[in-house]
């Protein structure tokens, strides 16, 4: 029986902190941050990936890191909060639909994550979520920063909002820029395993052209943010699952969004990757699923809510060979730190007047 980071089947190893620029946002140090594409190598890294009908989108696998045995739950209460309960408000100007619904409307935020580790094509999940220039997205940080060949980051790094069978209906977002904790860089201590990117302008082709689709969060909104907070609020959970269950059953395809819903627990405990904190939900989403949002607050109208955790480890409990669970790091005022290195700043556009990709990169 395996619990498995929800992305797959990698064993952890050592980071290179060295390779990590720190930001002095606080101390003791709490972020580090790392450069994925250049406007220079933009051109390159979309025509990995759009290439024959975005074929290497269809054949990345899901990636994570090994559990080696079943977390625990320990019930101690609450989680010690590092200060007051706080939230970043969602994207102002998406408006509502029209008339409510009883359903689930799913949020345009979501989307998976693709990269390349060495001769490798993986994916995860991830979401937009809101900042100064509408340009950033969560995700869990071992679907950012390599945990396995000890390279400094994933290459070829991109984000597609509402991902379907192939398919990138609101652009390519090409990473510019990643921020972690500096816990998870160093020490690969999984209750900090979550990221933040910037991303540069979104990217779609027409008439043979690249176009820039504008800003992400003015495509397709931007989830708020929520640290400190009580565990146990109502939470909806988005991803790609992607994995078949340890069965071998391939319930899930990893080219539609899935949700889950309930009250997480605190917390689950795993010593073999320095788990001590995690928040758990009931969730039979399998690999694939790593880095996709937690929310609080959710509304089905607006599509938005509070990103409270990102989906980190996962899989089966009761040794049925089903997955059943998933676990988040809990979001507190560290968090938050992290996202404020990287919430004001600035990416741009890499498309030039003449629709071809490059050294654009001027504010």
């Known amino acids: 029986m395996k619990l498995l980071p929800l ?26 941050s790392a450069k994925l594409n250049t406007a220079a190598n933009a051109a390159t890294t979309l025509e990995f990936w759009t290439a024959d009908g975005g074929a290497n989108f269809k054949a990345a696998d899901p990636f994570g890191l090994e559990h080696k045995r079943v977390p625990k739950h320990v019930s101690t209460g609450g989680p010690a909060a590092d200060g007051k309960p706080g939230i970043v408000p969602a994207t102002a ?8 619904t009883k359903n689930v409307n799913l949020p345009k935020t979501a989307g998976r994550v693709f990269f390349v580790l060495g ?39 991109v984000f597609v909002p509402g991902y379907y069978q192939g398919k990138a209906p609101w652009g390519v977002y090409i990473g510019k820029q990643a921020f972690t904790h500096y816990d ?19 990217i779609a082709r027409s008439s043979g052209r690249w176009i820039d689709v504008g800003p992400l969060g003015a495509k397709v909104g931007g989830q708020g943010l929520a640290y400190n907070q009580k565990v146990g609020q109502a939470t909806y959970v988005f991803g790609y699952p992607t994995a078949a269950h340890g069965d071998g059953d391939y319930a899930y395809t990893g080219h539609t969004l899935k949700f889950c819903y309930g ?53 089966d409990t009761d040794g049925n060979l089903r997955s059943d ?37 001027v504010k």
């Open 7 to 32: 992305g797959g089947c990698l064993a952890a190893g050592g980071l290179l902190a060295a390779s990590f620029a720190g930001i002095a946002t606080a101390a003791p140090k709490v972020t580090t």
């Open 93 to 100: 100007d998406i408006p509502a639909a029209a008339a409510r």
């Open 119 to 157: 001769e490798d094509l993986y994916s995860c999940s991830a979401s937009s979520v809101q900042s100064t220039y509408k340009n950033l997205v969560a995700t869990a940080g071992h679907c950012v920063y390599d945990p396995v060949g000890n390279q400094s980051v994933a290459d070829k790094w």
């Open 184 to 202: 998870w860089d160093v020490y690969e201590d999984a209750d900090r395993d979550y990221a933040f990117v910037t991303v540069y302008n979104g």
């Open 263 to 315: 009250k997480p627990t605190y917390p689950r405990v795993e010593s073999s990757v320095k788990v001590e904190e995690h928040v758990a939900l009931r969730c039979s989403m399998t690999g694939g699923a790593s880095g996709g949002p937690w929310i609080i607050g959710y509304s089905s109208n607006r599509r938005l809510g509070y990103l409270n955790g990102v989906t980190s480890l996962g899989g």
């Open 325 to 361: 669970l998933i676990t988040s790091p809990y979001f507190d005022g560290e968090t938050y730190s992290v996202y404020k290195a990287a919430a004001p700043l600035w990416s741009g556009s890499i498309v030039k007047k003449d629709g071809t990709l490059g050294l654009t990169e």
